[in-house]
């Protein structure tokens, strides 16, 4: 089935949802130009969730796409803990931050019944997960309100475990992705592959719909995904500089600098494997290192030093993710962005 024809939308152009750098302003952007806008939930509160869902069901009257993230929470480890704040200590002793005072905490959420719960008030035609999916008893709540159900697989393994698992659609992400891998069945990387390669194999091997993503930048990286039997594209770092999206102020620069075009998937930010743009941290303790504690535990130990750093105008503590291809991304209203990229679907 057409994707427009499973989402009731015009064009099959998915805005990429991007936790921390947009809120409901992008996903309603690209929602009423045609396309399925994402609102991201994993760095948002309860509250936090049921306030975006509010002003984007009042701002936009057509399906769009809430996604979440599906890690089941890491046991924490003191131990663990203080190493990565040793390896850290250099730097917190550089911007005089006392290391006593920082909290420790997840820094990103995963999908559970109070979010389902939340949901449910909203039932949005479309609901993405990232790492796999959540449990059956969830997936069965989300599945009987009508949405349809995305979930990103890279690998052609991963592919055949979603569809088994009762996906109405696949997106493929290639290794050139920005932002977290979607890796679940396994943490080895040599498994990811690019989005050329990987998309065809996933076609092959699976009947439900497929969505490219990784590296698609304009309407010919759209054209090629479809010629490779996409039925549909899913694309974020091209929607970074759209003025609706909150990217920070150092992202834009790095996004707009020779910078961009160095990207590294990197451990250091969150525990997971993620695609940035190298900056210092990148450099002096990875891109992937032993030292940070599981997903997503390893973010609040680097908050003050990014908020600190940012404070100063610099990202050399923050994720600046970015995927491989930056030459997308343009200072353009995300309306014309989507209709720009639809111009590669014949
Ligand atoms: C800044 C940024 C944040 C991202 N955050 C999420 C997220 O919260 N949830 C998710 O499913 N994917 C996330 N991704 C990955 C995208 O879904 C998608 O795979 C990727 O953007 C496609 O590659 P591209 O960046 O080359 O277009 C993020 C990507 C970027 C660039």
Not at 43 to 72: H, I, Q, W, Y
Not at 108 to 118: P, Q
Not at 200 to 207: G, M, N, R, S
Request: glycine share 10%; with cysteine.
């Amino acid at each position: 089935m057409m994707l427009q024809q499973l989402f009731g939308i015009e064009l099959p152009i998915i805005q990429a949802p991007m936790a921390g750098m947009q809120d409901h302003a992008l996903a309603v952007a690209v929602s009423n130009a045609g396309g399925l806008g994402s609102l991201p939930c994993a760095t948002l509160s309860l509250d936090g969730m049921r306030k975006e869902l509010d002003l984007l069901k009042a701002k936009c009257k057509k399906p769009f796409n809430v996604n979440f993230f599906c890690v089941a929470p890491p046991a924490p480890s003191a131990e663990r803990e203080a190493a990565w704040r040793a390896a850290l200590q250099p730097y917190y002793a550089e911007y005089a931050i006392d290391a006593g005072s920082i909290p420790a905490g997840a820094g990103r959420g995963s999908f559970n019944a109070a979010a389902t719960d939340i949901l449910d008030e909203f039932k949005p035609a479309v609901v993405s997960f990232h790492f796999g999916l959540p449990s059956a008893e969830l997936m069965a709540r989300v599945r009987a309100w009508g949405s349809k159900i995305l979930s990103s697989a890279t690998t052609v393994d991963e592919a055949r475990w979603l569809e088994a698992h009762g996906i109405d659609a696949i997106i493929a992400q290639g290794v050139e992705a920005g932002g977290h891998r979607g890796n679940f069945l396994s943490d080895d990387l040599t498994t990811q592959i690019g989005t050329l390669a990987l998309l065809p194999q996933i076609v092959d091997a699976v009947k439900v719909p497929v969505i490219a993503a990784g590296g698609i930048a304009d309407a010919k990286g759209v054209a090629a995904a479809i010629a490779l039997g996409a039925a549909g594209v899913q694309v974020g770092t091209a929607y970074l500089l759209c003025p609706e999206a909150t990217t920070s102020a150092v992202h834009r620069a790095a996004l707009k600098s020779d910078s961009a075009r160095h990207t590294a998937l990197t451990n250091l930010f969150t525990g997971r494997p993620a695609r940035g743009i190298v900056n210092r941290l990148m450099r002096e303790l990875g891109p992937v290192s032993t030292a940070p504690p599981a997903f997503p535990l390893a973010t609040s130990a680097i908050a003050p030093l990014r908020a600190k750093a940012e404070s100063l105008g610099s990202g050399d503590f923050s994720p600046l993710w970015c995927g491989q291809n930056p030459s997308g991304c343009k200072e353009i209203p995300a309306a014309q962005l989507t209709r720009e990229l639809a111009l590669g679907v014949r």
